[in-house]
């Protein structure tokens, strides 16, 4: 391809200790910055990048270099494009906000916190005329998202746009624990996976963010303004196109994040006092926050100058509860409730068949004689429908449901085979590559929704 031969490679610098941006390289840090040069600053080097068309305008790029996936609005030209065996999204903007964007998203994975991965910023692009084209950051295409609009490809009931706010409170509130200042919050920054009835949220455009050690109070209501505003816009907009139901109120629903987010904020972080008769308390708020998905990495306990009460907050909480148990007891990776659910379901597992053994060997087992057989029955034109957790979860589910309507213990094969044939064939694929999408399929998707 044009200019591959002399593409520059460029790694990251490693100021880790750093807390807000990493400054831009310097010309004089042994960067080659020749006239029609590639410049690929990238934390690992996929020689793959210089197969794709960099000299061609990413909103002209040939059909064969993309992939037909539901995207968000954007005020930037973004397009999905195969990246080798995965998925990549490519977003045009400038080198400064690229660069700060890529760095950004870099400190966020270190920081654990829910976030699409930077792949590459790619800068001395040119078309074959010689004429400069804008720079581009390339992410990492989180498999099973989906933007808010393309959740459903139906009218979004009230219950799907609470639990779509809710999720993006609690992305809120990590973001906030980790020092970050996220600046423009909405749903449309925000992609969205299932999560065992409820979405997982995670942060998808970080280009006006800011990382502190700490944010202040103001910073956090700041934060959650511009996300009451942004999100109240985006229901307008979506009730305007007859994409939600008649019922909902767009301001109502967009205050819920508010709510949602001072509740869960105030829970892990405020104060509570009580008498010394009720020191149960300590291990009751510990489980509690672990109930919410938080562990406990430090308390502070006090009591006041005459002994009559103990005052007691948490200093540091860490999201990722329930996933830390069950990767570590069975090295299934999935969303939190997801893994809450299969907790819940293991521990009934143990106790029911196998009491006698210790949590790791009935884990096993549970993973040998449940997980896995749920998933190996999946066929394979099946497979791109759902992520193995989330399908696992709903034959769970749906079990019990079965199990209630008959009024009898429903066999494990025999809710697999009703799942299989009855729900999950009818699903879209929500991994899916659409490589040769319709017109119609296409407008849909430049729109930001789902073929139906």
Do not use: C
């Amino acid at each position: 391809m044009t200019h591959a031969a002399s593409a520059n490679w460029q790694n990251e610098p490693t100021d880790w200790d750093q807390a807000g941006k990493l400054p831009r390289a310097r010309e004089s840090a042994g960067r080659i910055n020749t006239l029609g040069s590639l410049n690929i600053t990238a934390a690992s080097m996929d020689p793959a990048l210089l197969d794709l068309p960099w000299h061609i305008p990413l909103e002209d790029w040939p059909k064969e270099n993309l992939a037909a996936l539901p995207r968000g609005i954007s005020r930037h030209v973004v397009r999905f494009a195969r990246l080798g065996d995965s998925l990549i999204a490519i977003k045009e903007t400038g080198e400064h906000v690229a660069r700060q964007e890529y760095h950004m998203l870099r400190k966020l994975r270190r920081l654990n916190v829910p976030a699409v991965s930077p792949v590459a910023v790619i800068t001395g692009r040119m078309n074959p005329e010689g004429e400069e084209l804008q720079p581009v950051l390339v992410t990492r295409h989180l498999r099973f998202s989906l933007p808010y609009r393309a959740v459903f490809s139906q009218t979004l009931r009230q219950v799907t746009l609470t639990r779509l706010i809710d999720a993006q409170a609690l992305l809120l509130v990590r973001l906030h624990l980790a020092g970050f200042y996220w600046g423009d919050v909405s749903l449309s920054n925000t992609l969205f996976r299932r999560d065992a009835g409820a979405f997982a949220a995670y942060l998808v455009d970080a280009e006006t963010g800011e990382l502190y050690p700490e944010l202040s109070n103001g910073q956090r209501e700041y934060d959650l303004e511009i996300a009451r505003v942004n999100i109240a816009g985006e229901l307008m907009d979506l009730a305007e196109g007859g994409l939600i139901e008649e019922s909902v109120d767009p301001l109502a629903t967009s205050e819920r994040i508010m709510d949602s987010y001072r509740r869960l904020w105030a829970e892990l972080t405020e104060q509570e006092s009580f008498g010394l008769a009720d020191r149960w308390r300590v291990d009751a708020r510990i489980r509690r926050l672990n109930d919410l998905g938080f562990d406990v990495d430090e308390l502070t306990i006090s009591t006041t100058p005459d002994g009559s009460q103990v005052q007691l907050q948490p200093k540091v909480v860490d999201a990722g509860h329930h996933q830390r148990r069950l990767l570590r007891l069975t090295g299934i990776d999935a969303q939190e409730n997801q893994a809450r659910r299969l907790l819940n379901d293991l521990d009934s597992y143990r106790a029911t068949n196998h009491p006698e053994l210790d949590e790791e060997l009935s884990a096993h087992l549970w993973v040998t004689q449940v997980f896995e057989p749920i998933v190996k029955a999946v066929p394979r034109d099946l497979g791109s429908k759902l992520e193995a957790a989330e399908v696992v979860h709903e034959v769970l589910e749906h079990r019990w449901y079965l199990s209630e309507n008959s009024n009898r213990n429903v066999p494990m094969a025999e809710a697999v085979q009703s799942y299989m044939d009855n729900i999950l064939r009818h699903r879209r694929d929500e991994a899916a590559i659409l490589l040769s999408a319709d017109t119609r399929t296409m407008q849909i998707l430049d729109a930001g929704g789902a073929p139906s």
